[in-house]
Nanobody
Framework: QVQLVESGRGLVQVGGSLTLSCAAS????????MGWFRQAPGKEREFVSA????????YYADSVKGRFTISRDNSKNTVYLQMNSLKAEDTAVYYC?????????????????WGQGTQVTVSS
């Protein structure tokens, strides 16, 4: 089992920046990939970004490419999501996710473990 705890929730203005963190614990050696999803009110949960553990290969949704950066700290078993140039449409609950499996990257059911979610609100 892997447990995930997010931190870094906040209220920022359009154009601002915010960094989210996700600390993994438990059987972290089994992690193959970790990622971030988000869910806005009335919308489905959508992929934001992910990073593969063994080589730091990353993927981003087109909507955040060039503005968001995912990274990780091996020593802390922590993944970060640096969010710059935030837009009102980035407002959502952001979820950290992890999987032991090497299947798809972009669907919620590609991930086995989930954090509790953290609210990001971008005001205009």
């Amino acid at each position: 089992q892997v447990q995930l705890v997010e931190s870094g929730r906040g209220l920022v203005q359009v154009g601002g920046s915010l960094t989210l963190s996700c600390a993994a614990s438990g059987n972290t050696l089994s992690i193959y990939r970790m990622g971030w999803f988000r869910q806005a009110p009335g919308k489905e949960r959508e992929f934001v970004s992910a990073i593969r553990w063994r080589d730091d290969l990353t993927y981003y949704a087109d909507s955040v490419k060039g503005r968001f950066t995912i990274s990780r700290d091996n020593s802390k078993n922590t993944v970060y999501l640096q969010m710059n140039s935030l837009k009102a449409e980035d407002t959502a609950v952001y979820y950290c996710a992890a999987t032991r499996l090497g299947s798809g990257w972009y669907q919620a059911n590609d991930y086995e473990y989930w954090g509790q979610g953290t609210q990001v609100t971008v005001s205009s």
